[in-house]
């Protein structure tokens, strides 16, 4: 078991990989009553091919990570939740481009949790009964977002950045893709995405890290199972256009816009990716956060209102930056092009920035209060490898320059792409 001491947090992470592949991170913390465990599978809305075993493509509709992750919980003895409850726990689960996570917190009963966790994942249970139930929960579902002017305007813009290609789907899927799935469909997902090797258990709270990781070896040798080679294939394609622009109409009060750049070229190492997710993190607040010259200048003139935000994701195999909010159309797309174009090293900024990175380390610092920030991590769509402790150090050397060198060097302003949702005439 290799441990890593990070002094300034008086904290100590303990990792292993197993004989089996699974990865362990345990980061023990003897103040706290409570524990919180995540089971990362690095697998995703995006994948939806693979090379199998034997050379063979193998091809998924999309939706199926969400509806896979959705039916975990239905076990032949019942909801895994109300087991979890029963130990005390509280337990949920998410899906996103690039991950699925299953989790629990509680206060008593953590080695029974502990097992559930891995067990409940690692051993599926599907009927094609509750498949086709589940068809018609999520397909609802779905047909409600098509009416949500946030839904609507967060795919148009992913459907003009990346048109053809996962993003421009919503995770759940599409009515039309996840009536495909049946049992054999999932069973066979899971023995590819959900081995060993693919997954990654982080835990944090009152734990003994030595009892902890015994039990951990213990229960994957009841789960054991032999490795199946593949490969997961991407489905993104630098070579499709980008669209230029797009628009709806919907009934709303007031025009909502987006706007946003895609990335070019993938980080060449983990601690490149960890870099651009701050340095993409610090220039958007340097230029564009509601403290700046620009939004207050713009805000002033009418053409954004308070809810403007700008954001960065950076996951498994793409990279962008969006914009969003009520606004002036043609005005406000004018103004974040503009100061997109501004983007580039300015001595005057430096000081600055220096301080949005202290602010940002502070608040790093103090959101680890709570449990589950110490599990998750600004770079857990791309890699589940660093732990929170080991991208701070990231952040302090982070300068100025180099996160603008970072930006240039990974983000292609010329991709610039618009949407818009327009009130009905």
């Not at 909801?79 to 337990?91: E, K, L, M, N, P």
């Amino acid at each position: 078991m290799k441990i890593d001491e990070y002094s300034q947090f008086k904290q100590t992470v303990y990792s292993e990989t197993l004989t089996d592949g699974l990865k362990v991170t345990l980061m023990p913390k003897k103040d706290f009553h409570s524990v919180f465990a995540a089971l990362f599978v690095d697998a995703g809305a995006v994948d939806q091919k693979i090379v199998d075993e034997n050379g063979k493509v193998v091809t998924f509709p999309s939706g199926i990570a969400h509806f896979a992750e959705h039916k975990m919980f239905e076990k032949e003895q019942g909801d895994v939740d109300q087991i979890f409850s029963r130990y005390g726990a509280f337990s949920n689960a998410y899906t996103s481009q690039s991950r699925t996570v299953y989790y629990f917190q509680g206060t008593e009963e953590i080695a029974a949790s502990i097992r559930l966790l891995l067990h409940f994942v690692q051993e599926p249970y599907y009927t094609q009964s509750s498949i086709n139930k589940e068809q018609g929960i999520i397909g609802q579902e779905l047909v409600m977002y098509q009416d949500m002017p946030d839904w609507a305007l967060s795919f148009g813009l992913m459907g003009n950045l990346y048109a053809q290609q996962p993003l421009a789907q919503d995770i759940a899927g599409k009515v039309s893709t996840i009536s495909q799935l049946t049992s054999d469909m999932l069973y066979q997902f899971h023995k590819y995405f959900y081995q060993p090797s693919n997954l990654h258990l982080k835990i944090s709270g009152n734990i003994d890290p030595q009892a902890t990781m015994a039990l951990i070896r213990d229960t994957q040798r009841e789960l054991s199972r032999p490795k199946i080679a593949f490969t997961s294939m991407s489905l993104f394609d630098n070579q499709i256009p980008i669209l230029a622009s797009g628009s709806r109409k919907m009934p709303i009060s007031q025009t909502l816009i987006t706007a946003g750049i895609k990335g070019i070229n993938m980080p060449s190492s983990r601690d490149e990716a960890i870099d651009l997710a701050f340095a993409s993190d610090l220039l958007l607040d340097l230029y564009f956060s509601d403290s700046s010259d620009w939004y207050m200048k713009n805000y002033d003139a009418g053409i954004l209102n308070d809810d403007f935000m700008a954001q960065a994701e950076i996951g498994r195999n793409y990279q962008f930056i969006s914009f969003s909010g009520h606004g002036k159309q043609q005005k406000a797309f004018q103004e974040i092009l503009s100061q997109l174009k501004r983007i580039s090293f300015d001595s005057r900024l430096a000081n600055e920035f220096e301080v949005q990175k202290s602010a940002t380390f502070g608040e790093l610092s103090m959101s680890l209060d709570q449990l589950e920030n110490n599990v998750f991590t600004v770079l857990d769509e791309y890699d589940t490898d660093s732990n929170v402790f080991q991208i701070t150090d990231n952040l302090k050397s982070l300068t100025y320059k180099r996160a603008v060198a970072l930006f240039e060097k990974y983000y292609d302003i010329n991709s610039f792409s618009r949407f818009s949702i327009e009130p009905l005439d």
